[in-house]
């Protein structure tokens, strides 16, 4: 449906009242071959057009007229494109002195594939860098349309979007979704959504596939329809398509977890769409990214969080690109936003590149810009001759490089013997635009080291004390660069004798899901074991067993040694949110899930020991569970912090007082107490750290941190002092004595969003920093990792990776290991 018209037809809207009379509605379509509106002689008429009054649906006859019977909460008569025609305006208000209602429409080349995009969850009033970056996208890929699936947001929302976020200025058609929070205040809550964007329930084709909006059906306040209008409206529609022709529905929410789409009529009478060909159902409302597979009925759901600042849960800032074939199958795949031409070349790095057992040296760079897709990434080495303009000249130099990831390119290489070398690369954009680096390096031979590794845990242990006993001396030096093949979250390595094992996560397809396992010495990878779904937070070590829980709630558990499966057990968490929040080992019991699909599970055997009973529902949530002493503490975002007995699973005591509602941090225990950051209860007290004991939970100190608090990361706790990563805007030491700020230090600006709601350029650190002797080593959203002096806050090294590190490093001896968002891992080593 076309919204051209937007805002303009507010002041006619405010002419009409609830309702227009039941009347018969007549009209007809005709097509306007010189497109000028008017049906000029030798204009035919267009026959078997779609037509509706919200509840009926009729087709043109051979004259190209319709008749409508009406109802009683009639108020559009709307035109439902076909793939072969165009129609500037496709809906007409309905008034009591209209006696004909007649579209326009131009013909067009059916297509044979259709790519869309779909935003969701806005919830602005105010113009933000998303909004020309989504744009410039538009321009540059040209999709068939752009679909917003709800929450614009109260009046001022939809007045802005019905303003800014149009077909008239984006160059495609915008449709647009009823959100919970779209129906608002007036005679019926839509009334308002009507004005801006028309009907709340419509549908039109692309290719072969029909397209079908549906509204939330409650919200803020009280719609006009219910599920018997819907429902008789849905029947009516899908008789007038064929039940073979591909489906793909637009709603607010999603409409089940299960195999099943079943539209619920009334108490007697539920539609069945997966018998109308159903294909695919996207939805927001959560804030969270997931993509997943109903079952053997092979229906698709795509959740899709803002592209306008962070997730519920944390998901990064972004929309979606979703393609459909001929027979109406989808893939999609995400683009973050607030990436404006970022290029980095991650390896070599510090001017040196280290080469492996062959004498090959990696060549890496990350590159991204939200607006446009990367084309192609070329490369040029030079030796001791440099880049000049002799050199110049020699084009056979230009190689390609190997995409390894959205981020990602690279390549490896035997350099010819030089002392020097100069790397020159060039990023070309589908925009047209070049992107460029060039970075001077040497290459030398790696000192042979052995690692044994013994990190377990989030922080290397389950209490999430994040102190290693072990000095390192600055500055550290990049070993090697393995990239995965997809995106690493806040799954933090963890190794165990030579093998570092990591997590990917996919949320276009579900697909590029892997546990995959390197030899930590070298970065050679040993093995990958494909999971069902993202697996986005800690994975855990225990008796030469990894473990990790995907977003459906599957645990899955492979020797780390050889990536085989030993065992593999389903949660049955059936819900959404995915799961998104840590596990935790003991060595002997594994906790994997969340809500009711919380559990103890034997580590050799995945028996299940105990599943919590006592609470249930929530948002996902982040935070690692933790363990200390016999209590185990889980989260739930919007919840609580919850402490069970971990060896029965009886409920302790539960928080979700003094802002401990807000679930973002991780607990640590340490000196008898949890300790965990979270928001302040008032505006003027940004971030509080909380000291809760152990059994009860209750208060027992709190410090003022001047930051706010809405990352990730665990606090580090000292005889002396505090350590506290903020989201925003660093990092910084308290006083333990007297809450005092001893220092702290400012990070830059995050590369994209992840904080619930962070939308202004915030300096973000998601990752649980490491205290290594004095040395304080972490990674922040603004694409570099950092060595601090942990004493006074002094910067002692830092290197820039050009993707968001979301993710704690592991440490073996001098070596510490770290992955970025673009699915790289990186060892480096301290002089």
Known sequence: MNKLIGVRLAVLFVLLSVSVSWAQLNGRVFVDTNNNGKMDAGERSAVDCVVSDGLHIVKTDKKGNFSLPGWDKQRFVTLYPSADFNCTQSFYPIVESQKEYVFAITPKERKKEVRFVQISDTETYEYRDWADQLKQYTQVHQPDFIIHT????????????????????????????????????????EQFFEQCFGPAWYAFEEANTLFIVTPMMGGDYKPSFNREDIGTWLKNLLKAYPAEQPK??????LLTNGEAFDFKVNEHEVISLNESNLKAWLYGHWHNNMAKEHGSSGVMSYGTSTLAAGGIDHSPSGFRVVDVDKQGNTSSHLKWTNLNREIKIVSPQKNVAIQNAAGEIQLAVNVYHTGSAVDSVHYALYGDEGLNWNSALDQSKWQKMVQKSD??????????????????????????????????????????????????????????????????????????TSNIGSNIFMSSPVLYENMLVMASFDDGDAQNCYLVGMDATTGVERWRYQTQNSVKNQLVVAQGIAIAVDMLGVTYAVDVLTGKLRWKRDLNHDRLPGIVNGIVTDGQLVYSGFGKALCALDVESGDELWRNKAWGGGNGTTPTM????????????????????????????????????????VLSYKDGSFWVTGKGTEKAVPGILHQLELKTGKTIQTYETGMQQSGTSAPIILKDRFIVAGSHPGVAALNRETGEQLWRFEVEPALLYTPSYYADRQQSIESTPLLIGDKLVFGAMDGRVYALDATNGTLLWKTELGAPVVTSAAVDGKRFYICDFAGNVYCFQAN
Request: aromatic share 14%; hydrophobic share 35%.
């Open 150 to 189: 709800g929450d614009i947001c109260y009046q001022s929302g939809m007045a802005w979007h019905a303003e800014n976020i149009t077909t008239q200025k984006f160059g495609v058609p915008v449709y647009y979704c009823l959100g919970n929070h779209d129906l608002i205040k007036g005679d019926y809550g």
């Open 626 to 665: 933790t363990i200390a002493d016999d209590v185990l503490i889980a989260s739930s975002q919007w919840g609580a912090i919850y402490a069970h007995n971990r060896h029965t699973g009886e409920l302790l005591w539960k928080r979700g007082d003094a802002g401990l509602r807000f679930r973002d941090g």
């Open 248 to 253: 793909i529905f637009f709603n607010h929410d």
């Open 407 to 480: 981020w990602t390119w690279g390549t490896t290489l035997k350099p010819e013997e030089s002392d020097s070398y100069t790397l020159v690369v060039n990023a070309f954009l589908h925009s047209g635009e070049i992107l460029n680096a060039k970075h001077s390096f040497s290459a030398k031979q790696p000192k042979k080291t052995n690692v044994n590794g013994e990190w377990f845990n989030l922080a290397g242990n389950p209490a999430h004390h994040a102190v290693v006993d072990e000095e390192h001396e600055m500055p550290y030096q990049l070993l090697w």
